[in-house]
T-cell receptor, first 115, second 111 residues
Framework: EAQVTQNPRYLITVTGKKLTVTCSQN?????MSWYRQDPGLGLRQIYY???????DKGDVPEGYKVSRKEKRNFPLILESPSPNQTSLYFC??????????????FGQGTRLTVV | GQQVMQIPQYQHVQEGEDFTTYCNSS?????IQWYKQRPGGHPVFLIQ?????EVKKQKRLTFQFGEAKKNSSLHITTTQTTDVGTYFC???????????FGTGTKLQVIP
């Protein structure tokens, strides 16, 4: 079954404690993204990756890091989380075909609370 | 930077009424995608439009891409309670790999 798997689904942490949210896809997609979703602001892209070892900033990258060492995995790292990073996070993946990004498949989401 | 606005932010309709959400980009888009997110769920792809002036239909849903490729709309006829959710448009400007989502329209259908 084609899917994007995020873990954990829920996380409560304290300010400053480093955390990683994992994302894995089994569709051999080139393009992967992380988004955060906040009320009234829609989905905002944090980082994206065009392929292995190729990553770039989205619209709200401050306070986040990513890596793409393997095609299937795209972890999101918060080195020093702060309360303003409390949000719902989604990982997504797509094909990159002929210069176009195809439909995105989303993970189930990670609800992060930073206290 | 690219901005994509959607209106309205919220819409309550009586079951059986029609519904339309509009998506407006500050820049010309190479394509536009539409997604639906059910309450508590994740966004699910509905459709992609690529050509200027393109119109596509999926049963009761009609999607349009503007002639200038800067706006789009989603129209649902005869709404049902299963249509409840938030509808997002998403676009990318040519030459850029960033994807920008609209702010979303939350649809409530009153039985």
């Amino acid at each position: 079954e084609a899917q994007v798997t995020q873990n954990p689904r829920y996380l409560i942490t304290v300010t400053g404690k480093k955390l990683t949210v994992t994302c894995s896809q089994n569709m051999n997609h080139e393009y992967m993204s992380w988004y955060r979703q906040d009320p009234g602001l829609g989905l905002r892209q944090i980082y994206y990756s065009m392929n292995v070892e190729v990553t770039d900033k989205g619209d709200v990258p401050e306070g986040y890091k990513v890596s793409r060492k393997e095609k299937r995995n795209f972890p999101l790292i918060l080195e020093s989380p702060s309360p303003n990073q409390t949000s719902l996070y989604f990982c997504a993946s797509s094909f990159w075909l002929g210069g176009e990004i195809t439909e995105a498949f989303f993970g189930q989401g990670t609800r992060l609370t930073v206290v | 930077g690219q901005q994509v606005m959607q209106i309205p932010q919220y819409q309550h309709v009586q079951e059986g009424e029609d519904f339309t959400t509009y998506c407006n980009s500050s820049t010309t888009l190479s394509n536009i995608q539409w997604y639906k997110q059910r309450p508590g769920g994740h966004p699910v792809f509905l459709i992609q439009l690529v050509k200027s002036g393109e119109v596509k239909k999926q049963k009761r849903l009609t999607f349009q891409f503007g002639e200038a490729k800067k706006n789009s709309s989603l129209h649902i006829t005869t709404t049902q309670t299963t249509d409840v959710g938030t509808y997002f448009c998403a676009g990318r400007s040519g030459g850029y790999q960033k994807v920008t989502f609209g702010t979303g329209t939350k649809l409530q259908v009153i039985p």
